[in-house]
């Protein structure tokens, strides 16, 4: 088992930054992905970026050059910087853990809440 606890979300004016932060502790397989999702209000799950335990990355095209993903493997945290936030970012932002190499290595926290004002 993997546990994921998300902090650093909150209320931030249009055009200012927040950065998230997503700790794992468990079962770590040094072999993964980490990455953060945000839902919307009436909307599904969907990614926003993404990093490997090798330091690749991918971002839906909305986070690209707004927000960057980044990682420290030695404490096994996953970080997000947003800036230049709108609205529209508005969600409940959640880490994910997985692993192609571990059948059903897949984990998620409980989600942050980020709430853009225009």
């Known amino acids: 088992q993997v546990q994921l606890v998300e902090s650093g979300g909150g209320l931030v004016q249009a055009g200012g930054s927040l950065t998230l932060s997503c700790a794992a502790s468990?079962?770590?397989?040094?072999?993964?992905?980490m990455g953060w999702y945000c839902q919307a209000p009436g909307k599904q799950r969907e990614l926003v970026a993404v990093?490997?335990?090798?330091?690749?990355?991918n971002y839906a095209d909305s986070a690209k050059g707004r927000f960057t993903i980044s990682r420290d493997n030695a404490k096994n945290t996953v970080y997000l910087q947003m800036n230049s936030l709108k609205p529209e970012d508005t969600a409940v932002y959640y880490c994910?853990?997985?692993?192609?190499?571990?059948?059903?290595?897949?984990?998620w926290g409980r989600g942050t809440q980020v709430t853009v004002s225009s």
């Open positions: 994910n853990v997985y692993s192609d190499y571990v059948e059903g290595y897949d984990y």
């Open positions: 468990g079962s770590i397989f040094s072999r993964n992905a």
């Open positions: 990093i490997t335990s090798g330091g690749s990355t």
